[in-house]
């Protein structure tokens, strides 16, 4: 509300609706990215802000004129701000001032004073808490990500140990106790190998385009990474021999495993040729085959023995409906285990010993026993569950909002949730 409360206004899909709060008409609408509104019912005029994803930001202004008629939008100044998992996301006016909030929790103050000059919003509150950005198990406890260092840490002692720094990854993969990979998704920066004892790095490679995913698997004594580049480039490195190999090419690729049989599958879009969601690549030769899988894209596969785990999204007449299932790559058998009556594309499927995890639905965390068939969801408290991993004795997911949960292999019950604060140290809430 605004102008004596003669105004109301409200988005929906991008667009700004002005109304007239007594007749219920709408006044005008506008177009605008990622709009907030910041007018009160103490304001005369329509202040709202838009986003442009980046870091730029707009405030921008409706002026109530005679007859309580509204000027067309106008650009009073603009500002660099923050992005991302920081961006604002909410805000408010009062009088000459603004308080504006971020996604990550911090608070920043600016004013509405036309300048023809970019400025910064200034921020007024101390950042308490760290993101965690990933997280692996090494056997014994588990490794967390910051955007600054890897730390090392477990439920019992609760006590976390900085083993390394880190310079822009937000991924991490356990190679064992002493050495880890570290990645940056949606970058071109290189994928290095670090020793946590000695502290050494090595580049294994640079991604040509940027990085959309590198998975690490162990076949016999030999090692290899497969990565994805730009949902359009799966290739190969060889620990041995130092060389990255692209073996499949095209669009809409979403996920890569590599098989004990040598081969790899590649989860893609049925949109792009060949037009299935799953196929088979011989790396040493380049031969693709087809697997008879339905469905308009597959993602998020997990992998052992000869099964391969992972997501499937079925769209017909009836409506969208997301399946995960189970393909024996001996029998080419495709068995779907869970459905979710709906279209769900950030899902995860996670396997340790004889349970496949995975957040279908994106409220909750599901535990699948594969031998009893048995099922069960864990207890959640934090923000959407974004990633899992398991030890022997305890599972910890990760939250979209960078805290962890704790919980049993065998339970259901939540145990802790925690986020680390800005002095290292775990904050159960």
Known sequence: MFNNNIFLAGIKDNTIYVLNAFKGTTITSISAQNPIILSSDKDRNFYYLEYDGRNNYELKMLEVQEDNKLSNPRLVKTFRGPRGDAAICVGTKNLADLYLGGRNGSV???????????????QITENKYKKIYDITETGKDFFFLTDEKLYRSDYATGIPETVCTTQGHNQVISLNESNVILWAKSSRSPVIIKNLESQAEEVLFTPKSSLQNVRYFKKGEKDYIVEIESNSEVSIFDFETKTLKEVYSGTGIQDAVLANNGNLYVAKSAASNPQVPLLCVNPETLETVPLGVKGNVAYALSIKDNMIYGINL?????????????FDIETKMLTNILRFSNEDSDVFTYLKGGNLFTNIGKNKVYCYNLSSKKRFAYNRSASIPVDICQNKNQVVILNSNGSISWCSPTSQTLQADWYLNSDEQWFEF
């Open 314 to 326: 079925v769209s017909d007449e009836s409506g969208k409906t997301t399946y995960v299932f189970s």
């Open 108 to 122: 920043y103050k600016a004013d509405i004073e036309p300048t023809s000059t970019t400025q910064n919003f200034n």
